[in-house]
């Protein structure tokens, strides 16, 4: 997703936030009257409310069309959490509530349409979008630099205005594609993500380490944190206003933080293919990995490891043309890597040290998770390449078969 800042005069700025507004209220609008079907069903809700929601949005048709969309996602969303919620805690109050009130979009944001709505000159770096006004044409987008370049390289689709009220702005969000040319890999490295160290590392060159979010970046983490608690705990409106500065500067700096740990990864382990636990698995695994320790669990809450994961795939793919790879993380912890014995007391106490209770081989339980996740990963292809092998196997001697 490539941001950009349009660079809007003050005539244009306000139809802009105009029609942002008209499109957050009228998926606002139609969130509530739904609330009784809590349909999904992009056609019924087309049939029910495009054209009340264009005439009474003053909405070009386009966006209208979107505002359904967007509205039939939302539901799939809740309906999807409610299930969630229903199978962790079936009689709970939460579960009762939780069709009570009808959601609300909060946030200015509005979905155009590449090639419709909006288009990009990317040579130009100016944009196109339309409004119930007619269209507005050569914006001027403003960004970095590698995010031109990626503009000019990427297959664009549909992107998102977002109106950001602390800095008075509007950005637009472009999601693209990169046709990187596919390269093969030099090493295989696999990635544990832990709590006390980010990254237990592995690799197929004879490296192994744990590297470390600097402390100065934790320590700063630790201030958002306390301030956090400091001012909810008040609960005045001027403390809720800095707690709402304080959140969107502490997502900027973790993201900040994120982007540097990855870069660093990828550059110290250059044409990797990267193996990493596939993290929608772990959810049931999660009391054998994240261990008691309470302090722990909140660092491992603190740093978002399914961002710094995309992060390093992203950065990782477009700089080696090499693709990452996700494993099972079932037992990776408990498991080792020389005699293949699984138990949980090969890690006593879920503490830093593995000793197999088997052959007694002991190494840092971060790096054994992350020989185990690399080996996960290189057993499955040696398994799909055993049977290409067994199947296609031309001049196979006729006495075996
Ligand atoms: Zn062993």
């Given at each position: 997703m490539?941001?950009?800042k349009l660079e809007l005069s003050k005539q244009q700025k306000r139809l802009f936030l105009e029609q942002t507004i008209a499109y957050t209220n009228a998926?606002?609008?139609?969130?509530?009257?739904?609330?009784?079907?809590?349909s999904?069903?992009?056609?019924?809700?087309?049939?029910?409310?495009?054209?009340?929601?264009?005439?009474?949005?003053?909405?070009?048709?386009?966006?209208?069309?979107?505002?359904?969309?967007?509205?039939?996602?939302?539901?799939k969303t809740l309906w999807a959490q409610f299930k969630e919620l229903k199978r962790r805690k079936p009689n709970s109050k939460s579960v009762k509530k939780f069709w009570d009130k009808p959601p609300k979009r909060k946030s200015l944001i509005a979905k155009y349409t590449h090639n419709r709505t909006f288009s990009v000159k990317p040579d130009k770096l100016v944009v196109s979008l339309s409004t119930y006004a007619g269209?507005?044409?050569?914006?001027?987008?403003?960004?970095w630099n590698k995010h031109y370049e990626y503009l000019k390289q990427g297959k664009i689709s549909d992107p998102i205005l977002v109106y950001d009220k602390s800095s008075k702005t509007f950005f637009i969000y472009i999601p693209i594609t990169l046709k990187v040319p596919q390269q093969k890999p030099k090493q295989i490295v696999g990635v544990d993500l832990g709590e006390r160290h980010i990254f237990g590392i592995a690799s197929t060159t004879e490296q192994k380490e744990l590297i470390d979010i600097p402390d100065e970046y934790k320590h700063r983490k630790q201030r958002y944190h306390s301030l956090r608690s400091e001012l909810m705990s008040k609960g005045t409106r001027s403390a809720k206003r800095k707690l709402q500065k304080n959140s969107r500067r502490e997502k900027r700096f973790t993201e900040?933080?994120?982007?540097?740990?990855?870069?660093?990864?990828?550059?110290?382990?250059?044409?990797?293919?990267?193996?990493?636990?596939?993290?929608?698995?772990?959810?049931q695994n999660r009391i054998t990995y994240r261990g008691k320790n309470k302090e722990a669990r909140r660092h491992a809450e603190q740093w978002p490891f399914a961002s710094i994961i995309?992060?390093?795939?992203?950065?990782?793919?477009?700089?080696?043309?090499i693709e990452s790879e996700k494993v099972n993380p079932y037992f990776t912890s408990q498991t080792c890597p020389v005699c293949g014995h699984v138990d949980p007391n090969n890690r006593p106490n879920k503490g830093e040290v593995f000793t197999c209770t088997n052959c007694d081989y002991t190494e840092h339980a971060d790096i054994v998770g992350a020989i185990n996740?690399?080996?996960?990963?290189?057993?499955?292809?040696?398994?799909?390449?055993?049977?290409?092998?067994l199947v296609s196997q031309p001049n196979a001697p006729r006495e075996l078969t």
């Open positions: 490539l941001k950009f998926i606002s609008y139609i969130l509530e009257k739904n609330l009784k079907d809590k999904t069903n992009v056609k019924k809700l087309h049939r029910l409310y495009y054209k009340e929601v264009r005439e009474k949005f003053n909405l070009p048709a386009q966006l209208a069309v979107n505002v359904i969309r967007e509205t039939s996602a939302i539901y269209r507005v044409k050569n914006i001027p987008i403003k960004g900040n933080v994120l982007h540097i740990m990855a870069k660093q990864l990828i550059s110290k382990y250059p044409n990797a293919k990267f193996v990493f636990e596939d993290l929608t698995q772990i959810r995309s992060k390093v795939i992203y950065k990782n793919t477009i700089q080696y043309g996740i690399a080996l996960r990963y290189i057993v499955k292809k040696q398994d799909e390449n055993l049977k290409g092998l």
